[in-house]
């Protein structure tokens, strides 16, 4: 026999097939925020063709201060609650930092001063919940419903329930010329411009610095919670505590440090509202509020409040969902009485999905 009759024959490697569109489908859709990023588009696309008032640069920016500060708050949130924790006082915190703020300036600080004092004080607060929750051992929900009320009550002693100006919001109006183009012609009429502080401009006066800090938070929080090891230990204490101490994760330390940095971010929320209010008000139902929408947000977004699993981009986009929802319902002329019931019934369905994403994404649904 020959050489060549001898020689084995070649088979043809088979390449390894790209998956189709409808598997690429199915797997962004199964990413723990996949469902929360279409259902959103989805909104802002049938609000965009029933009003044409709603895909607007105007209603942009008046869509921003329902979504930017409820990114910030529920992206921290998020944090905790991926590690197993809730954190029901921000709401108070955000009220609490800038009267905090206010009572620095009082007492002769520079702006800057009075806004680091204040994110001193929010984080004693989540030093305060964390050791309770940690070393004393008091569940986190009985713990920061506890803080909710305490914070909530002191502020209203500082302020003795009265609102405040906010310093560094002052707002100064000059005249100056404005050239407009009228039927074809360039003319210049004077007209009143207000200005505002350049410390009030990046602190939340500015019209999109609240949205450039929300997307700066969440995106460093992304990339901690998915590059770093605070993040890799925050996922392994919310999956399972006991598990994670007994691999060497500071279990104790990795929650504190996540209730100060919810807490500390409240904080800065609190100042960035009201700085961009120019005042604040001591209104604590107003504080609740705010802090079940920020919960709501990290939930629809797909965090799991019995912890492990969750995403800050999620956070982020169920405040927007939240926010698109509720600005297009109003321009929609949909009373405020139907508005909270429709976002209830929209936070379910929302965790239907998740629930059931979770499952087909551990293989045991039907997808």
């Given at each position: 026999?020959?050489?060549?009759?001898?020689?084995?024959?070649?088979?043809?490697?088979?390449?390894?097939?790209?998956?189709?569109?409808?598997?690429?489908?199915?797997?962004?859709?199964?990413?723990?925020?996949?469902?929360?990023?279409?259902?959103?588009?989805?909104?802002?696309?049938?609000?965009?063709v029933k009003n044409d008032r709603f895909f607007t640069h105007d209603n942009f920016v008046t869509l921003l201060p329902y979504f930017a500060p409820f990114a910030i708050l529920a992206a921290g949130e998020a944090m905790l609650m991926i590690a197993g924790e809730i954190d029901l006082s921000i709401g108070s915190v955000y009220l609490f930092s800038p009267f905090m703020f206010y009572e620095f300036h009082q007492w002769g600080f520079g702006l800057v001063?009075?806004?680091?004092?204040?994110?001193?004080?929010?984080?004693?607060?989540?030093?305060?919940?964390?050791?309770?929750?940690?070393?004393?051992?008091?569940?986190?929900?009985?713990?920061?419903?506890?803080?909710?009320?305490?914070?909530g009550g002191l502020t209203l002693i500082i302020s003795n329930a009265a609102p405040v100006a906010m310093p560094g919001a002052d707002v100064t109006t000059t005249t100056e010329n404005v050239t407009k183009v009228v039927n074809g012609q360039t003319i210049t009429l004077p007209e009143q411009v207000n200005h505002v502080g350049t410390f009030a401009k990046i602190f939340g006066a500015g019209v999109y610095s609240e949205l450039i800090w929300a997307l700066l938070i969440v995106l460093l929080l992304q990339v901690v919670l998915r590059l770093t090891r605070w993040g890799l230990h925050t996922i392994a204490a919310g999956g399972n505590k006991h598990g994670a101490?007994?691999?060497?994760?500071?279990?104790?330390?990795?929650?504190?440090?996540?209730?100060i940095l919810c807490s500390t971010l409240a904080g800065l929320v609190g100042v960035f509202e009201a700085t961009r209010?120019?005042?604040?008000?001591?209104?604590?139902a107003g504080a609740s509020e705010t802090m079940f929408r920020a919960v709501s947000a990290a939930v629809i977004g797909g965090t799991l409040l019995t912890g492990g699993e969750g995403t800050a981009i999620g956070a982020l986009f169920g405040a927007l969902f939240l926010g698109v929802l509720r600005d297009g319902l109003t321009i929609q002329g949909v009373s405020a009485d139907y508005l909270d019931f429709i976002l209830g019934i929209a936070i379910l369905v929302a965790m239907v999905i998740n629930v059931y994403i979770g499952r087909v994404r551990k293989g045991q649904g039907l997808g």
């Open positions: 026999m020959s050489a060549l009759q001898s020689a084995p024959t070649e088979q043809p490697t088979a390449r390894a097939s790209r998956p189709g569109a409808g598997e690429l489908a199915k797997r962004f859709l199964t990413l723990r925020e996949g469902s929360i990023v279409v259902v959103t588009l989805i909104a802002i696309v049938y609000f965009s001063l009075c806004l680091i004092g204040a994110l001193i004080c929010s984080a004693i607060v989540g030093v305060i919940n964390g050791v309770l929750t940690e070393v004393v051992g008091v569940s986190s929900f009985i713990t920061t419903l506890g803080t909710l009320l305490g914070v101490s007994e691999a060497g994760i500071k279990v104790r330390v990795v929650v504190i440090r996540n209730f209010a120019s005042s604040v008000q001591p209104d604590t």
